[in-house]
């Protein structure tokens, strides 16, 4: 897959003074994990703590739409409360995340299966890894407002990342 033309440095030399709602950069905190280091796209989200079972249902579902100029992966942000006790993806997530098109996965908390991760065709950013799976006590919300480090996120919002960082849109800039 071609990634996507863009630089989240141009992104914020355009955009930094739009007001706080139309577009944000995220705080440098998230590692790479997955083989992908450059993606974008339309987010969905979930809000869950170290409960991985709205993870598992948005992951399995699928993880693109159609746009008026093509298919457009979509990026699943999690906001897991930054935990760092419990992985909220691991290797056979990840893969659902490949098999049903997704372009990104970015998780305020942990991911486990690090080298599995690492070679699927997809972005994941994540805070740390944790080899600690999650209880599945089917609890969270989807498609809320969430709260990444600090950041809101809405649902339909536009994710950018690349080797720079990650920057958030209320509309596509792309």
């Given amino acids: 897959m071609t990634p996507p033309f863009f630089a989240t440095c141009d992104l914020c030399d355009a955009h930094k003074n739009d007001s706080p709602h139309d577009f944000q950069v995220l705080p440098p905190v998230?590692?790479?994990?997955?083989?992908?280091?450059?993606?974008?796209?339309?987010?969905?989200?979930?809000?869950c703590f170290e409960d991985n079972s709205l993870v598992k249902a948005a992951l399995d579902a699928e993880g693109?739409?159609?746009?008026?100029?093509?298919?457009?992966?979509?990026?699943l942000v999690v906001d897991g409360g930054g935990s760092l006790r419990r992985a909220l993806l691991g290797g056979n997530l990840g893969a659902a995340a490949v098999?049903?098109?997704?372009?990104?996965v970015l998780i305020d908390g942990c991911v486990r299966d690090v080298a599995e991760l690492a070679l699927l065709d997809?972005?994941?950013?994540?805070?740390?890894?944790?080899?600690?799976p999650t209880e599945?006590?089917?609890?969270?919300?989807?498609?809320?407002?969430?709260?990444?480090?600090?950041?809101?996120v809405h649902p339909g919002d536009w994710l950018y990342a690349d080797d720079d960082g990650m920057v958030l849109s209320a509309r596509r800039l792309i």
């Fill in 136 to 152: 599945k006590r089917t609890q969270g919300q989807m498609n809320v407002a969430a709260q990444i480090q600090g950041v809101w």
């Fill in 64 to 75: 693109f739409e159609q746009t008026p100029t093509g298919r457009v992966g979509r990026v």
């Fill in 99 to 104: 098999k049903n098109g997704w372009a990104g």
């Fill in 30 to 47: 998230f590692r790479d994990f997955g083989a992908v280091r450059k993606f974008c796209g339309p987010v969905v989200t979930v809000k």
């Fill in 122 to 132: 997809v972005g994941i950013r994540a805070l740390a890894s944790m080899p600690l």
